[in-house]
């Protein structure tokens, strides 16, 4: 079946520093992948998506590569910020049913060290 | 620009009792989704509904569950005889049509069985 899974549950940087977060999935057929943030106490927040025909996709101090061989994506912050504190999740539609059934991964926690 | 909203934010509720949280989609948006999120887990997927249909229920446990999305008001997502176990954070997401992504996603209800 479907699954997506995050590499490490907890990453601490520096405040300034890049934080790479890793996801892998399973299905060789998924096309679209979305990352959230997660703050405590609220719900998933978008941050950025990608296409399968894409390996690499840019947002405000967020890039997400896509490696479809290894079928592995990372979210790559920036000049981490203390706001940026919080569980990020990979998350994958499927394609099943319309591809409307988002599969989460477990997370990972960002912390931001000042 | 309402987002989608969640109410109650906080529901308690005994055992036995039937919870009742409800889901206002973003202005414009006609699909909505139900998940649930346990402690230190990711999200998973309930249901997916439109406007007084459910299209896929496959993430609902087989009894006790129900959901609906009338074609006024908002979506209701029922949990009768409550068990502790059914403590959870429930999140509605809602988008514009059925390949429209991402999801965007209320601040959930936390739901307390006691």
């Known amino acids: 079946g479907e699954s997506v899974g995050l590499h490490l549950p907890t990453l601490s940087v520096q405040e300034g520093d890049n934080s790479i977060i890793n996801c892998a999935y399973s299905?060789?057929?998924?096309?679209?992948f979305i990352w959230y943030k997660q703050e405590s106490g609220k719900g998933p927040q978008f941050i950025i998506d990608?296409?399968?025909?894409?390996d690499k996709r840019q947002g405000q101090r967020v890039t997400v590569l896509l490696n479809k061989t290894v079928k592995h994506l990372s979210l790559q912050i920036a000049a981490t910020q203390p706001g940026d504190s919080a569980v990020y999740f990979c998350?994958?539609?499927?394609?099943?049913?319309?591809?409307?059934?988002?599969?989460f991964g477990t997370g990972t926690q960002l912390k931001v060290e000042l | 620009n309402a987002g989608v909203m969640q109410n109650p934010r906080h529901l308690v509720r005994r055992r036995g009792q039937e919870a009742r949280l409800r889901c206002s989609p973003m202005k414009g948006h006609s699909h909505v989704y139900w998940y649930r999120q346990l402690p230190e887990e990711g999200l998973k997927f309930m249901v997916y509904?439109?406007?007084?249909?459910?299209?896929?229920e496959s993430g609902m446990p087989k009894e006790r569950f129900s959901a609906e999305f009338p074609k006024e008001g908002p979506s209701i997502l029922r949990i009768q005889q409550v068990v502790r176990g059914d403590s959870a954070a429930y999140f509605c997401?809602?988008?514009?049509?059925?390949?429209?992504?991402?999801?965007?996603f209320g601040d959930g209800t936390r739901l307390s069985i006691l």
């Open positions: 997401a809602s988008s514009a049509d059925r390949v429209s992504q991402p999801q965007h």
């Open positions: 299905n060789s057929a998924s096309d679209y």
């Open positions: 998350a994958d539609p499927g394609v099943t049913g319309g591809g409307n059934k988002l599969t």
């Open positions: 990608i296409r399968s025909n894409m």
């Open positions: 509904l439109q406007k007084e249909n459910i299209i896929d």
